[in-house]
């Protein structure tokens, strides 16, 4: 089973900051990595997939990057609304599909 | 539009048993594989099972090989899980997702293993 860490485990940052969230895997994933935003009381929302592409609709300040075991979701700047919980999914070599454990960005 | 809307949870005893569904719309389901995902009460998302399409592959956590059933009805989009002897660590929201990278998610349906 590849495990996915990310970090840290809460990040806060400033309405207009830029936020850098990390995902390691623990073998290589190549590109086939997924970040999800959730808030609370609500369905995870798919943001990035193969990385790097945006899913529909997911604002241009939503930037992923990275292959094999080092991925990086970046928010350029911070809007209220992005504050929330993020979650980076692998789906290289399954099953099990599996999660990170999330990192909660905060208002600081 | 596209939607799931998940039902079927609810108060369970240990070793009892539900049977979650999710009604698809706004797609060709048929088209589409799809996966169950929980997350227990303030913790992470963990992937449950998987159907693909035209039901040729399925696959399951360890955590609930043996005890749960994926199922889908393409005539009546439909997906489907069954959870036999069920535990308390079993509690949670349970979501049904469309692919693997989830464009579109349900809202969910609690599922509470309590005596």
């Known amino acids: 089973e590849i495990v996915m860490t990310q970090s840290p485990a809460t990040l806060s940052v400033s309405p207009g900051e830029r936020a850098t969230l990390s995902c390691g895997a623990s073998q290589s994933v190549s590109t086939n990595l997924a970040w999800y935003q959730q808030k609370p009381g609500q369905a995870p929302r798919l943001l990035i997939y193969?990385?790097?592409t945006r899913a529909t609709g997911i604002p241009a300040r939503f930037s992923g990057s990275g292959s094999g075991t080092e991925f990086t979701l970046t928010i350029s700047s911070l809007q209220s609304e992005d504050f929330a919980v993020y979650y980076c999914?692998?789906?290289?070599?399954?099953?099990?599909?599996?999660f990170g454990q999330g990192t909660r960005l905060e208002i600081k | 539009e596209v939607q799931l809307v998940e039902s079927g949870g609810g108060l369970v005893k240990p070793g009892g048993s539900l049977r979650l569904s999710c009604a698809a719309s706004g797609f060709t389901f048929s088209s589409y594989n799809m996966n169950w995902v929980r997350q227990a009460p303030g913790k992470g998302l963990e992937w449950v099972s998987f159907?693909?399409?035209?039901?040729?592959?399925?696959h399951y956590a360890e955590s609930v090989k043996g005890r749960f059933t994926i199922s889908r009805d393409n005539a009546k989009n439909s997906l489907y899980l069954q959870m036999n002897s069920l535990r308390a660590e079993d509690t949670a929201m349970y979501y049904c997702a469309r692919d693997i990278a989830a464009t579109y998610w349900g809202q969910g349906t609690l599922v509470t293993v309590s005596s």
């Open positions: 159907i693909s399409r035209n039901n040729g592959q399925i």
């Open positions: 193969g990385a790097s």
């Open positions: 999914q692998q789906y290289n070599n399954w099953p099990p599909i599996t």
